[in-house]
T-cell receptor, first 115, second 109 residues
Framework: DTGVSQNPRHKITKRGQNVTFRCDPI?????LYWYRQTLGQGPEFLTY????????KSRLLSDRFSAERPKGSFSTLEIQRTEQGDSAMYLC?????????????FGEGSRLTVL | KQEVTQIPAALSVPEGENLVLNCSFT??????LQWFRQDPGKGLTSLLL?????REQTSGRLNASLDKSSGRSTLYIAASQPGDSATYLC????????FGAGTRLTVKP
């Protein structure tokens, strides 16, 4: 197992374009999280899945953002009509849920730059 | 709403010193607390996980303690090395993980 994998690692786009990020969690992990991190700040929670069910969404996740996890495997995070304020590192993490006690493992992140 | 605070925001020490990083949280009903390390432009690397029923965890030169009742955790780094230079983040688990802003550590040779 190679850990949590995220693609693409870097994305530069023009304002108004749509972008999609993919996350492949550690294979036996049933929980998958998305976070956003800006320079000098800790990661901010966006949403998480238990298997294919999206259990919680932050108020940070505007209606331009959508996340899916079909079949409880990989997940995608799509941002529609990107804005310059969307520029950030998007981090994915996974854990094996054992009554909420599972250790969280992160991928290397996908850095988005909106021009 | 769970608030996580890390003090200090930045710390610079000479090589070989022992140091303590602090993390405080407002809601003590957590499942666990996890300490991470982040190098510039990289993802987060898990260092230590403390379950709510535990008081401390150790890994090599790192020791993390947890006092749930007072809403505090400390990360102790012994005999610091330049390779320890990074940002250290704590996160508390209350259904989802909430992070502090981190402590940026610089260890000078």
């Amino acid at each position: 197992d190679t850990g949590v994998s995220q693609n693409p690692r870097h994305k530069i786009t023009k304002r108004g374009q749509n972008v999609t990020f993919r996350c492949d969690p550690i294979s036996e992990h049933n929980r998958l999280y998305w976070y956003r991190q800006t320079l000098g700040q800790g990661p901010e929670f966006l949403t998480y899945f238990q298997n294919e069910a999206q259990l919680e969404k932050s108020r940070l996740l505007s209606d331009r953002f959508s996340a899916e996890r079909p079949k409880g495997s990989f997940s995608t995070l799509e941002i529609q009509r990107t804005e310059q304020g969307d520029s950030a590192m998007y981090l994915c993490a996974s854990s094996q849920d054992r009554g909420y006690t599972g250790e969280l493992f992160f991928g290397e992140g996908s850095r988005l730059t909106v021009l | 709403k769970q608030e996580v605070t890390q003090i200090p925001a930045a710390l610079s020490v000479p090589e070989g010193e022992n140091l303590v990083l602090n993390c405080s949280f407002t809601d003590s009903a957590i499942y666990n607390l996890q300490w991470f390390r982040q190098d510039p432009g990289k993802g987060l690397t898990s260092l230590l996980l403390i379950q709510s029923s535990q008081r401390e965890q150790t890994s090599g030169r790192l020791n993390a303690s947890l006092d749930k009742s007072s809403g505090r955790s400390t990360l102790y780094i012994a005999a610091s090395q330049p390779g320890d230079s990074a940002t250290y983040l704590c996160a508390v688990n209350l259904n989802d993980m909430r992070f502090g802003a981190g402590t940026r550590l610089t260890v000078k040779p």
